[in-house]
């Protein structure tokens, strides 16, 4: 039987998924389907109800409906709970399991393209306080050894998303960030800021030790104004579309029953898609 898979959003077509699980689907010549399906806030109730009869054996969930099928579930994985957000959905016996996997992409792209970057205790620092720095927060508290530092434009958002997980983590304004560099290891961006080329106007890279990896989860542009002076002082860098890519994993071998990889031919295929 063709096993279909989706994902859902509204709207959905700037979806990158199809194509990734598309290719996977293509190499390990797999009788089953991945298709991109626009439901509407209101439909997500019917569209559950097409879950359990059993249409599909899952699929990715976005934009707007990553907390409202929280709800819907009938059971929803402790770290997405913690996260907040649900990301991936399994249907076993009509029932839907509810999951988020952006913390294992996160995981995944560093430990494919910085090996040894969770070697050691590391101090870290997070920029933003959004939906995705919760996601690597969980990520960090898993594998980062030290410290984990959240800085963003609204104090009281970093605030919250610290006091919301346990963790060694503490909560700062931007105004922090010359006097904390000097024992970072580790920095992450997750704010919105690089997305269509907008930069940081009071990051001043020199201050982190030569040794820093930074890593920045924003893919639009695949080389944000951060990772361009990152490198331009000698640091390490990774971007972000690595993280889309991995999270990807988990789900497709759910639904197909095949571990599959994020090869160089997958990445060039998106990184084809992206704006430069
Ligand atoms: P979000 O929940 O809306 O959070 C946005 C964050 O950006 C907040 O911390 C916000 O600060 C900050 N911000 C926005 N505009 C700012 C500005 N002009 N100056 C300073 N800070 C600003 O968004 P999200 O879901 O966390 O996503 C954030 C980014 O991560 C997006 O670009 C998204 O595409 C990317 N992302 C990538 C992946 C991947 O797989 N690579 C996965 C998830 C998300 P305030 O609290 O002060 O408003």
Not at 33 to 53: G, K, T
Not at 88 to 115: E, I, Q, R, S
Not at 184 to 210: E, Q, Y
């Amino acid at each position: 039987m063709t096993r279909k898979a989706f994902v859902i959003g509204h709207p959905i077509n700037h979806s990158r998924s199809p194509l990734i699980h598309g290719q996977w689907l293509e190499e390990h010549g797999i009788d089953g389907s991945y298709e991109a399906i626009d439901v509407a806030p209101e439909a997500l109730p019917v569209f559950f109800e097409r879950l359990r009869r059993g249409e599909f054996a899952g699929g990715n969930v976005t934009i707007p409906h990553k907390e409202a099928v929280f709800a819907l579930c009938d059971s929803v994985d402790p770290l997405a709970a913690t996260i907040g957000a649900v990301n991936t959905l399994v249907v076993t016996n009509g029932k839907v399991h509810g999951t988020n996997t952006d913390y294992l992409g996160f995981l995944g792209n560093l430990d494919a393209n910085a090996p040894g970057w969770s070697d050691g205790p590391n101090d870290a620092m997070i920029i933003g306080a959004g939906g995705a720095a919760r996601a690597v927060l969980v990520a960090l508290r898993r594998r980062n050894g030290g410290k984990v530092h959240v800085l963003n434009r609204t104090l009281e958002k970093a605030q919250a998303l610290v006091a919301d997980i346990d963790g060694p983590f503490e909560a700062h304004g931007f105004d922090a960030f010359a006097e904390l560099a000097p024992q970072i290891g580790l920095v992450v961006n997750t704010s919105a800021i690089g997305m269509h080329g907008t930069r940081f106007d009071w990051l001043d890279l020199a201050l982190l030790p030569k040794t820093t990896l930074v890593t920045d989860i924003v893919y639009t542009p695949l080389l944000t104004p951060l990772l361009v002076e990152a490198a331009a002082q000698g640091l390490r860098t990774v971007d972000g579309l690595g993280m889309l890519l991995h999270q990807a994993v988990p789900g497709f071998a759910a639904w197909f029953g095949v571990q599959p990889t994020v090869t160089a031919s997958l990445r060039a295929r998106i990184e084809a898609t992206l704006e430069s």
